[in-house]
């Protein structure tokens, strides 16, 4: 398995910026892609972004596009909003393709503890 941690949340001001880390342990020589979720009190858990095994495919959910950018150890989160308050979720799913991304919560096998996200108006 590949386990994830997150750390980096945090409260912090509209239009300001944050930085999530994502580290994996376990089995890590194996080829996984990693995804960010997040839930908001009340509301369901939802896709943020994923990147590949590779690095070369990215995705991002359209309310955060030109926001925020994925890589292979972080999440980088500018321009925030009020909105984007959640717990965030890092993500990781072994693979054998080196470029495809997942979006849905039920593709993914191993989840972190969630870090806070707050962002104040």
């Known amino acids: 398995q590949v386990q994830p941690v997150e750390s980096g949340g945090g409260l912090v001001q509209a239009g300001g910026s944050l930085r999530l880390s994502c580290a994996a342990s376990?089995?890590?020589?194996?080829?996984?892609?990693m995804g960010w979720f997040r839930q908001a009190p009340g509301k369901d858990r939802e896709f943020v972004a994923a990147?590949?095994w590779s690095g070369g495919t990215t995705y991002y959910a359209d309310s955060v596009k030109g926001r925020f950018t994925i890589s292979r150890d972080n999440l980088q989160m500018s321009s925030l909003k009020p909105e984007d308050t959640a717990v965030y979720y890092c993500a990781t799913r072994t693979t054998d393709d080196s470029f495809t991304v997942y979006i849905r919560t039920t593709d993914y096998e191993y989840w972190g503890q969630g870090t806070q996200v707050t962002v104040s108006s």
């Open positions: 990147i590949s």
């Open positions: 376990g089995r890590t020589f194996s080829m996984y892609t």
